[in-house]
């Protein structure tokens, strides 16, 4: 198929459509969408300002500016043991970029890409758009939306191409072992696949758990893409810059479509980048940790209301609930609770076919809001 025809198909996001809803209405609390509620910290922007001020105005090299991909390296191999060098790591607009030339630089038409879903709506997209197809491999609610590579295999075929893993997940918040993502990386290179894997939300992990790179098992590292961004960690999702990590076939593939597609990232956006490496943790955590705060209000607000079966999520910043006792869709539960309190969340089917019987809702937003829209949709759980 050609991607004018994918695009006829393709619908819009459900995200932003709820996002366009909250805007018409006054008293409205989105918990719709999910993107830090806090300000860029001021180094980063520091950063910027001064690249502007030195005129960093121009194009930059395509795959990023040396400084920046030399940190990316070097934050990669410290922190998340991937054995790899600047010339691996692509600068990319946003992890959203880095997905898209993941798929288009190993996909040929037809090829089938496991999602365990739900996931990430652009996933679905993006493989489209690439010529592949999604195949939905669901995490089950039972197993806190975990899934092994037993579950994965039974979905593996001769046409199978890769699997996508994202771990903290959006819209559940499960996050793998580092056990569970091994014996996915054994089973995909025995299988010889691809590992897109999807690691956004790698700093959002409570209960003192940490996130883990399949890139770091030597084995895998050749056959996988790293995919990573700004946007969440350090509250930079309008400055649109992430990073792909690959290896060097691989890499030249993607370097070449993102020539073709964009040329290059924003350059004074990667100055501020640069300045968010070198500046190190603190703000970041500080943020990390008003999301633990937000992430334990929700779940016992969530865990004392009516009709409601919550997962405590390990990382990201989102809750998945099952809303199936309240004998409404997921997409009628979300109209009913917009239209009579004013709150928003996301029909869980707008992440796959498993997600109907569940609504997402961020908690990147205010305590304040918080606690309001917790109230809201408790009276709204009574009533029904
Ligand atoms: C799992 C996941 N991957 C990627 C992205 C896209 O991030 P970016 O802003 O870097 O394009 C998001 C944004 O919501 C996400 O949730």
């Not at 603190?282 to 969530?302: F, G, N, T, W």
Request: hydrophobic share 40%.
């Amino acid at each position: 198929m050609s991607i004018s025809d994918v695009l006829k198909e393709l619908k819009a996001s459900e995200i932003r459509r709820m996002f366009e809803l909250a805007a018409k209405r006054e008293d409205s609390i989105s918990l719709g969408i999910g993107e830090p509620d806090f300000p860029t910290p001021n180094n980063i922007k520091e950063g910027a300002k001064k690249a502007l001020d030195a005129d960093a105005t121009h194009y930059a090299p395509n795959a990023g500016i040396p400084e920046l991909r030399e940190a990316i390296a070097e934050k990669s191999r410290r922190e998340n043991g991937i054995d790899c060098t600047a010339d691996e790591v692509l600068v990319t607009i946003g992890a959203t970029e880095g997905l898209f030339l993941a798929f288009a630089s190993i996909l040929k038409e037809g090829d089938e890409v496991l999602v365990p879903a739900p996931a990430f709506l652009t996933y679905n997209a993006s493989i489209s758009l690439a010529g592949g197809r999604s195949i939905e491999v669901p995490c089950m609610e039972k197993n806190n939306f975990h899934i092994n590579a037993k579950e994965i295999e039974q979905s593996i075929n001769n046409r199978t191409r890769a699997i996508i893993i994202a771990s903290p997940n959006n819209p559940t918040g499960a996050a793998l072992s580092k056990e569970e993502l091994k014996s996915i990386a054994e089973l995909a290179i025995e299988k010889d696949l691809f590992i897109i894997t999807d690691e956004v939300y790698e700093r959002f992990m409570y209960d003192g758990k940490k996130s883990f790179s399949i890139a770091s098992i030597p084995e895998a590292r050749d056959k996988t893409i790293t995919i990573n961004s700004f946007s969440k960690t350090y509250a930079m999702t309008g400055w649109r810059i992430g990073y792909a990590i690959a290896s060097k076939e691989i890499f030249s593939k993607m370097l070449k479509l993102h020539m073709y597609l964009a040329s290059c990232v924003n350059t004074f956006s990667q100055y501020g980048a640069l300045e968010a490496l070198i500046g190190g943790y603190e703000s970041v955590d500080k943020m990390i940790a008003e999301y633990a705060r937000r992430r334990s209000y929700v779940y016992d607000r969530l865990s004392a209301m009516k009709h409601v079966r919550v997962t405590k999520p390990e990382g990201a910043f989102y809750f998945f609930p099952n809303i199936e006792d309240t004998n409404l869709s997921s997409a009628d539960f979300c109209d009913r609770l917009f239209d009579e309190t004013g709150v928003v969340v996301v029909n869980g089917e707008a992440f796959g076919e498993c997600g109907s019987g569940h609504v997402r809702i961020s908690y990147a937003t205010s305590m304040e809001k918080l606690e309001k829209a917790m109230d809201r949709m408790e009276s709204f759980l009574e009533k029904i």
